[in-house]
T-cell receptor
Framework: DQQVKQNSPSLSVQEGRISILNCDYT??????FLWYKKYPAEGPTFLIS?????DKNEDGRFTVFLNKSAKHLSLHIVPSQPGDSAVYFC????????????FGKGTKLSVKP | DARVTQTPRDKVTEMGQEVTMRCQPI?????VFWYRQTMMQGLELLAY????????DSGMPKDRFSAEMPDATLATLKIQPSEPRDSAVYFC????????????FGEGSRLTVL
């Protein structure tokens, strides 16, 4: 029973173009969503988050969009850079809960020069 | 610069041997997680603790894995006996609940069981 799905295991994009990474979730109780980025041989690091009271959050080249009715969020990277090549995980939370943090299986992004 | 510290970074061992991985969470965080990263399963939750008390270890093979938190500065994950299928990268992470909040990860312990 996968509560968080990242259906694209990998994505290849040309430098300068847009990267779009998708994440679907099943539990409508989730109301806060985080994206993590992971380089090889390193631990995941927090990238950007969004609350369910918003449908968009932007931080520099990174924008996360949330469609609550579709239980879908996406991470946009514009313009993509070779240094963005990493595995990206989405992780939903329930505000006020003390439960565990479930991650999607990740999408490996490769940005080619 | 607060960070989660994990040891060892790399461990190669033979099947049947005991393996212990250690984690120092960020001071003040009340929740510690152990995750395992495999190619097929992504970041798989093994166990987590709140205020040092184990809350859920349903993700661990009970017969060979054990997780403890003897004090607020140390969490351990032990595998005895280890098997080749345990080869993976094991991550410790700490955070402050209730959510929302960020989870901070260590750099991981890469385990290879021959």
């Amino acid at each position: 029973d996968q509560q968080v799905k990242q259906n694209s295991p990998s994505l290849s994009v040309q430098e300068g173009r847009i990267s779009i990474l998708n994440c679907d979730y099943t539990n409508s109780m989730f109301d806060y969503f985080l994206w993590y980025k992971k380089y090889p041989a390193e631990g995941p690091t927090f990238l950007i988050s969004i609350s369910s009271i918003k449908d968009k959050n932007e931080d520099g080249r990174f924008t996360v969009f949330l469609n609550k009715s579709a239980k879908h969020l996406s991470l946009h990277i514009v313009p993509s850079q070779p240094g963005d090549s990493a595995v990206y995980f989405c992780a939903p939370q329930r505000v006020g809960s003390q439960g565990n943090l479930i991650f999607g299986k990740g999408t490996k992004l490769s940005v080619k020069p | 610069d607060a960070r989660v510290t994990q040891t060892p970074r790399d461990k190669v061992t033979e099947m049947g041997q005991e393996v212990t991985m250690r984690c120092q969470p960020i001071l003040g965080h009340n929740t510690v997680f152990w995750y395992r990263q495999t190619m097929m399963q992504g970041l798989e939750l093994l166990a987590y603790f709140r205020n040092r008390a184990p809350l859920d270890d349903s993700g661990m093979p009970k017969d060979r894995f054990s997780a403890e938190m003897p004090d607020a500065t140390l969490a351990t994950l032990k595998i005895q006996p280890s098997e080749p299928r345990d080869s993976a990268v094991y991550f410790c992470a700490s955070g402050l609940v209730p959510w929302p909040g960020e989870l901070f990860f260590g750099e991981g312990s890469r385990l290879t069981v021959l």
